[in-house]
């Protein structure tokens, strides 16, 4: 029997190694001069003048809005087709999630549900650009609230030209091992306001400070950041072969009874995820593709409105997406005989 395709892997190798051989041999393991550099070359990259590296991007969301000084009381809206830890850097900072609905053919927050939904607390907008598509950003950043980007699945996508990560007044990155780049852990705020980044730097580590205000140890190790140096410089290879993949995917499955990924217009997407939408329950999908030997998944695990015990008809978008949305393996290192499996299983499976 084949062997099982999974979901994600991580693209690493020999260049990792050395570089993480050599801080272990240096002797200097936490946080010193590759984070440093490491922040330099990010922030040089989305195009912002500053990067601080932090231990996850759940860390990165909650100093990036604590550096915009969002605290008790405050909403922060965020799309409810999202992952847990938009809520968690919400809570953290004594805020309220303020849930938002999402385009059922992007995923990305719904603007018109956002000016419906907004109220006089509503302070910051937390803007996921899921699976490395851009989210609406200029119809957004319109209401006049300030946006914090989550770039967890979207480093090296473009819109008009522009990195995202670079629109809003903050953007958090996340490094996880299943990341468009890999770290193990490890994420980073990127700003270009001097103060976020300062606030956010301070905030970063207790130890050694005039006073006793709250902070976290929320830093990233030298050992992550060498890995994440490499990793960057791959990033544009990663991205391009992403993109291959995907425009594979999109031929062999033009003709399946299934709706691919969205174009959007002036976008250079990163394809962190792979989704289709499929003509039935995503959860039989996913079951049968895993029984044929593919990482298939429901590319979030559950919706936030259902965590929060809200109707779930206050959600249709969320609601369609979490039903039909079944994400297929697409990473750098799949290889073509994989990247066929998983074409005639999901076809067999689909005409099936």
Same mark, same amino acid.
């Given at each position: 029997?084949?062997?099982?395709?999974?979901?994600?892997?991580?693209?690493?190798?020999?260049?990792?190694?050395?570089?993480?051989?050599?801080?272990?041999?240096?002797?200097?393991?936490?946080?010193?001069?590759?984070?440093?550099?490491?922040?330099?070359?990010?922030?040089?990259?989305?195009?912002?003048?500053?990067?601080?590296?932090?231990?996850?991007?759940? %860390?990165?969301?909650?100093? !990036?809005?604590?550096?915009?000084?969002? &605290? @008790? *009381?405050?909403? #922060? +809206?965020?799309?409810?087709?999202?992952?847990?830890?938009?809520?968690?850097?919400?809570?953290?900072?004594?805020?309220?999630?303020?849930?938002?609905?999402?385009?059922?053919?992007?995923?990305?927050?719904?603007?018109?549900?956002?000016?419906?939904?907004?109220?006089?607390?509503?302070?910051?907008?937390?803007?996921?650009?899921?699976?490395?598509?851009?989210?609406?950003?200029?119809?957004?950043?319109?209401?006049?609230?300030?946006?914090?980007?989550?770039?967890?699945?979207?480093?090296?996508?473009?819109?008009?030209?522009?990195?995202?990560?670079?629109?809003?007044?903050?953007? %958090?990155?996340?490094?996880? !091992?299943?990341?468009?780049?890999?770290? &193990? @852990? *490890?994420?980073? #705020? +990127?700003?270009?306001?001097?103060?976020?980044?300062?606030?956010?730097?301070?905030?970063?580590?207790?130890?050694?400070?005039?006073?006793?205000?709250?902070?976290?140890?929320?830093?990233?190790?030298?050992?992550?950041?060498?890995?994440?140096?490499?990793?960057?410089?791959?990033?544009?290879?990663?991205?391009?072969?992403?993109?291959?993949?995907?425009?594979?995917?999109?031929?062999?499955?033009?003709?399946?009874?299934?709706?691919?990924?969205?174009?959007?217009?002036?976008?250079?997407?990163?394809?962190?995820?792979?989704?289709?939408?499929?003509?039935?329950?995503?959860?039989? %999908?996913?079951?049968?593709?895993?029984?044929?030997?593919?990482?298939?998944?429901?590319?979030?695990?559950?919706?936030?409105?259902?965590?929060?015990?809200?109707?779930?008809?206050?959600?249709?978008?969320?609601?369609?997406?979490?039903?039909?949305?079944?994400?297929?393996?697409?990473?750098?290192?799949?290889?073509?005989?994989?990247?066929?499996?998983?074409?005639?299983?999901?076809?067999?499976?689909?005409?099936?």
């Amino acid at each position: 029997m084949s062997a099982f395709i999974p979901h994600s892997r991580p693209t690493l190798g020999e260049e990792e190694a050395r570089a993480a051989a050599e801080v272990v041999l240096s002797g200097q393991i936490a946080q010193g001069p590759q984070v440093a550099r490491f922040e330099e070359e990010l922030a040089s990259y989305i195009g912002v003048g500053y990067g601080v590296a932090v231990s996850s991007g759940t %860390a990165a969301l909650t100093l !990036a809005l604590r550096a915009l000084g969002v &605290g @008790e *009381g405050d909403e #922060v +809206a965020v799309p409810s087709y999202a992952c847990a830890a938009l809520v968690q850097a919400v809570w953290s900072v004594g805020a309220i999630p303020l849930l938002v609905d999402v385009d059922p053919r992007t995923g990305n927050m719904d603007p018109d549900d956002l000016r419906r939904r907004a109220t006089p607390k509503t302070r910051t907008v937390m803007l996921v650009h899921m699976f490395g598509f851009p989210a609406e950003m200029e119809d957004i950043s319109r209401m006049g609230l300030p946006v914090v980007e989550d770039c967890a699945m979207a480093i090296g996508a473009r819109l008009r030209g522009r990195h995202l990560g670079s629109f809003g007044l903050a953007s %958090a990155f996340s490094f996880y !091992a299943t990341k468009m780049m890999a770290t &193990g @852990e *490890g994420g980073m #705020v +990127a700003t270009d306001d001097p103060e976020v980044a300062r606030t956010a730097r301070d905030l970063r580590e207790y130890d050694m400070k005039e006073d006793l205000r709250p902070r976290f140890n929320f830093k990233m190790t030298d050992l992550q950041a060498a890995l994440g140096r490499v990793q960057l410089k791959k990033l544009e290879r990663f991205l391009a072969r992403r993109r291959e993949i995907a425009a594979l995917y999109d031929a062999a499955l033009s003709e399946a009874r299934v709706e691919l990924p969205p174009r959007i217009p002036d976008a250079e997407p990163a394809y962190y995820r792979y989704v289709v939408r499929v003509d039935r329950d995503a959860k039989d %999908a996913v079951d049968a593709l895993r029984a044929g030997g593919i990482g298939a998944a429901r590319p979030v695990f559950r919706p936030l409105h259902r965590y929060l015990g809200l109707p779930p008809e206050d959600f249709p978008g969320t609601d369609e997406m979490y039903r039909r949305a079944v994400s297929l393996p697409i990473y750098p290192s799949l290889t073509g005989e994989e990247m066929c499996r998983v074409i005639r299983e999901v076809q067999a499976i689909l005409e099936g």
